[in-house]
Nanobody, 115 residues
Framework: QVQLVESGGGLVQPGGSLRLSCAAS????????MAWYRQAPGKQRELVCS???????NCAESAKGRFTISRDNAKNTVYLQMNSLKPEDTAVYYC?????????WGQGTQVTVSS
């Protein structure tokens, strides 16, 4: 079993920055992909950014140029650096891990962008 624990969410003003972290624990196979998804009220969950075990990244158009995903394999931790935040970035952000066909989700962390 794998557990994912997110941290770093909160309230920030437009134009501000936040850094989310997600620590994975348990039986983690080293070949895996981790990602951040988000879900705003009344909307479907959507991919923000993903990163493979060798560091290949992919981000949604809305995140490109503002968000950066990275990971520390030694710590089994993935990060999401979010800059130039906008009110439309307000959502619950979920950590995601897929390995050997198994999908795991974190409990989510709230990000609110408001003045």
């Amino acid at each position: 079993q794998v557990q994912l624990v997110e941290s770093g969410g909160g309230l920030v003003q437009p134009g501000g920055s936040l850094r989310l972290s997600c620590a994975a624990s348990g039986s983690i196979f080293r070949f895996n992909t981790m990602a951040w998804y988000r879900q705003a009220p009344g909307k479907q969950r959507e991919l923000v950014c993903s990163i493979t075990d060798i560091g290949s990244t992919n981000c949604a158009e809305s995140a490109k140029g503002r968000f950066t995903i990275s990971r520390d394999n030694a710590k089994n931790t993935v990060y999401l650096q979010m800059n130039s935040l906008k009110p439309e970035d307000t959502a619950v952000y979920y950590c995601y891990l897929v390995s050997r066909g198994q999908v795991y989700w974190g409990q989510g962390t709230q990000v609110t962008v408001s003045s």
